[in-house]
């Protein structure tokens, strides 16, 4: 099902996620990204119901924007991780949002973090971090092979592995993945891991 | 845990969701002031909110008081908070520890509905909170010192933890004195 997870490493994080789009038996499209990039230099790794994935994250990028607007200067990921969970608490009581956020960010002078927020408002700042069923497999590859200050490369290695382990080891393990890195120069896409690719459609 | 003019309060460091750990190092014990702590229990969202409810009220009380919540103050501001919310509670049960007028240690406990629990030796709250009732009754004596009640507290939470599933991953004890505020992590059974 739906995977998200990430990792920080020396001077970046990384946050990757699958794409797939599916309502119950069906995949609607396999190149649905669900890492928004919510200004320059932060991440919004979501998963969880889809109609509550692209409203609440569109209502937090929205607001990121307009504080940057409003006061010359943008947000810390700390800040926005806190704003995020102020969100989710808020509305948990009235009409809740099913959605589980990875925030990654870089701020200068306090390098990269990651904070996991889960769909009841629960934040915690962590190093690695995984949702979904894919979780059960990534967090058990990060634990045995993660270590602090890890090089580009070697993260992406871990990536990787930990995206072969959902392939190989979830019974309807989505396809495709998309990788985003955050780090001193900005928040953008790194790769994509595709086994189908979604054919192009022709213009009528 | 109280000890002679002073305390400690414990708690474990495991962030879970039923049975998947998250997090190894999530922080329950907070400080209200330098003399009033409060560990959080249960819903880890539930103890975030409320901890930030309870720093706003505390912080509004010291502007317009200009000085710092008594225990016993403190302890019912909570449980008037968690009663509000009678019938859609939040979910978690909290521990009260400060030293109080005189630096008399003052502890309470409280669940989830703000029935106050006050005692003279030790409260408990959490997952293991059974566990914890025997391991403190067997090894609690009254008027300990410092260094005797931090090794009494540390026993009793790591080996309660270790009999609950759910509780453990490492401890964290802080000890107060009227002089001084000491934190410890303890190394327990990662498992």
């Known amino acids: 099902m739906e995977c998200v997870f990430g990792l920080v490493g020396k001077g970046f994080a990384i946050v990757a996620a699958d794409t797939s789009a599916v309502h119950s038996i069906l995949v609607h499209k396999s190149n649905e990204d669900k890492v928004m990039v919510l200004d320059s230099h932060k991440l919004l790794g979501a998963s969880g119901e889809p109609g509550d994935r692209v409203q609440f994250t569109e209502y937090i990028q929205k607001n990121v924007h307009l504080y940057q607007f409003r006061n010359g200067i943008p947000l810390t990921t700390a800040a926005t991780a806190n704003f995020t969970r102020g969100e989710l608490a808020t509305a948990l009581r009235k009409n809740p949002y099913s959605v589980n956020i990875l925030l990654a960010g870089y701020d200068k002078g306090v390098g990269p973090s990651m904070y996991y927020i889960d769909y009841i408002a629960t934040m915690h700042k962590i190093e690695k971090g995984a949702f979904g069923y894919g979780s059960y497999f990534c967090l058990s590859m990060m634990d045995r092979l993660y270590h602090p200050d890890m090089s580009i490369e070697e993260a992406i290695e871990l990536i990787d592995k930990c995206i072969i382990e959902i392939r190989t080891r979830l019974v309807v393990a989505p396809p495709n993945f998309v990788i985003k890195i955050v780090d001193q120069d900005g928040a953008r896409e790194y790769a994509w891991r595709e086994s189908i690719k979604s054919p192009d459609v022709s213009m009528a | ?191």
């Open chain 2, 1 to 191: 845990m109280v000890g002679k003019n002073c305390f400690a309060i414990a708690s474990d460091r495991r962030l879970g969701v039923q049975l998947q750990t998250v997090a190894t190092d999530f922080q329950r014990v907070f400080k209200i002031h330098d003399r009033l702590y409060i560990g959080l229990s249960g819903l880890a969202t539930d103890a975030q909110t409320m901890y930030q409810k309870l720093v706003f009220r505390h912080k509004l009380y010291q502007l317009r008081e200009e000085r710092d919540m008594k225990p016993q103050t403190f302890a019912s501001l909570v449980s008037a908070l968690l009663y509000e919310k009678r019938f859609g509670p939040f979910f978690c049960q909290p521990v009260i520890a400060g030293l109080g007028d005189n630096d008399e240690p003052f502890i309470c406990t409280m669940d989830c509905l703000g029935a106050k629990e006050l005692a003279k030796d030790f409260v408990v709250s959490g997952t293991a909170s059974e566990s914890l009732y025997g391991a403190c009754e067997s090894m609690y004596k009254p008027d300990m010192e410092p260094e005797e009640l931090f090794e009494t507290i540390s026993q009793a939470l790591l080996s309660s933890v270790d009999r609950d599933c759910l509780s453990g991953w490492g401890g964290y004890v802080l000890l107060v004195t009227p002089t001084e505020v000491q934190e410890k992590m303890l190394k327990g059974r990662m498992d």
